[in-house]
C-alpha cells in the first residue's frame, strides 16, 4: 500500500473512534456558527446551531462525493470503502495514489476533541472558513502538511464531525505543496451533498 493512501487513511481512522449516533434534523436555512470564542490564551469551539442527521452517510461515506465531483477537485477517479473504529471511511484515489479520505466521527465530543490540539507539539491546529455555514478547524495529531498532507474537521452537530484528509504525493501532484486548500473544497462539495440529503 502506498505511504499516501496509508496517510490519509490513519489520520481519518484515528479519528473514528467513538459508536454512531443519529443526531436531530433541522432543514431550516442555517445562520453562522460564528467564530471561534478566546477563554484566556485557549480557543473554545462554537456551537453548530442547527444539527445534521447524517446517519446514512456515516455508513456510506463514499456517496458524499460524486464521481464528477471527485474529478473535479483532484482528478480522484476510484473510491473504495474501508472499516473505520466506528464508522467506515472512503477513499478516493487518483491513478498516482494522491488520495483524499473522508469519515464521520459520532459521539466524539465533536469540534471541542479537534480544538484540544491547539496545545499539541508535534500536530497543527487553524481555524479553517466555515464550510457552507458550518464550522470547521485544520487540526491533526501529526503535521504533515508540509509532506502533502492536511486535515479538516467540519462541526455537523455539537457530537460529530466529519473530516476530508487528503494526501498528496511529491512531484506527482501540483497539490503537494499547497493542501489545505483542497481538504477545503473537498469538504465544501460533500457538505453540498450532505445538506442536500441530511
Known amino acids: 500500500m502506498k505511504r499516501s493512501l496509508m496517510a490519509g487513511t490513519a489520520a481519518v481512522t484515528a479519528l473514528v473512534l467513538a459508536a454512531c449516533s443519529p443526531q436531530s434534523h433541522d432543514e431550516t436555512p442555517m445562520a453562522s456558527a460564528?467564530?471561534?470564542i478566546s477563554t484566556g490564551n485557549k480557543l473554545v469551539a462554537p456551537r453548530v446551531p442547527n444539527a445534521l442527521n447524517v446517519s446514512k452517510f456515516e455508513q456510506d461515506?463514499?456517496?458524499v462525493l460524486s464521481p464528477a465531483q471527485a474529478g473535479e477537485i483532484a482528478n480522484w477517479t476510484t473510491s473504495s470503502k474501508a472499516?473505520?473504529?466506528a464508522a467506515p471511511i472512503c477513499t478516493w484515489a487518483d491513478k498516482d495514489h494522491n488520495t483524499v479520505t473522508i469519515g464521520f466521527v459520532p459521539g466524539n465530543g465533536g469540534l471541542t476533541?479537534?480544538?484540544k490540539n491547539q496545545d499539541s507539539k508535534y500536530g497543527y491546529f487553524a481555524v479553517a472558513?466555515?464550510?457552507e455555514g458550518y464550522p470547521a478547524v485544520y487540526s491533526a495529531a501529526h503535521d504533515d502538511r508540509g509532506e502533502g498532507g492536511c486535515l479538516v474537521a467540519v462541526g455537523v452537530s455539537d457530537d460529530e464531525v466529519?473530516?476530508?484528509s487528503v494526501s498528496f504525493r511529491k512531484n506527482l501532484s501540483p497539490h503537494y505543496s499547497d493542501p489545505c486548500p483542497v481538504a477545503s473544497r473537498?469538504?465544501?462539495a460533500a457538505m453540498v451533498t450532505i445538506k442536500g440529503g441530511a
Do not use: H, I, K, L
Open 83 to 85: 472499516d473505520g473504529n
Open 186 to 188: 473537498t469538504a465544501e
Open 113 to 115: 476533541t479537534s480544538y
Open 162 to 164: 466529519f473530516t476530508t
Open 34 to 36: 460564528g467564530p471561534s
Open 129 to 131: 472558513p466555515d464550510v
Open 61 to 63: 461515506p463514499c456517496t
